[in-house]
């Protein structure tokens, strides 16, 4: 088990998306909003390493957010195919536990 302790997941929450020219983005300044184009109410992206796992939505209470998640998403078809997709390094790491057990 102390070899999942060294796996690194990047997780990722996307509130909502934006198009903007180069130029407005490099104007901006510190406390500058961007407008996105998504409301409150609307479904979050739960990605890890830049893939989407989950949809959710955000929850406020107090001064916390979290995000509540209610839906898993499923790998696509070609995914599925065997081996491992764990990110850089993925293969030693399965290697490694599969070792260690």
């Known amino acids: 088990m102390a070899v999942l ?3 690194k997941v990047d997780l ?3 509130l909502g998306r934006t198009r903007m020219p180069i130029h407005m983005l490099l104007r901006m300044g510190r406390g500058a909003v961007i407008e996105l184009d998504s409301t409150d109410s ?3 992206e739960i990605l890890a390493n ?3 796992i989950a949809r959710g939505q ?3 209470t107090g001064n916390r957010i979290s995000v509540e998640v209610t839906e898993l998403i499923r790998k696509a078809e070609v995914v599925r195919e065997p081996g491992i997709r764990i990110g850089d390094g ?3 790491l399965l290697g490694a536990l ?3 057990l």
Do not use: C, E, Q, R
Request: hydrophobic share 60%; net charge negative.
């Open 98 to 100: 599969s070792d260690a």
């Open 12 to 14: 990722a929450v996307v």
């Open 50 to 52: 830049n893939h989407p």
């Open 5 to 7: 302790d060294i796996l």
């Open 42 to 44: 609307d479904m979050v």
């Open 58 to 60: 955000i929850v406020v």
């Open 90 to 92: 993925g293969a030693a």
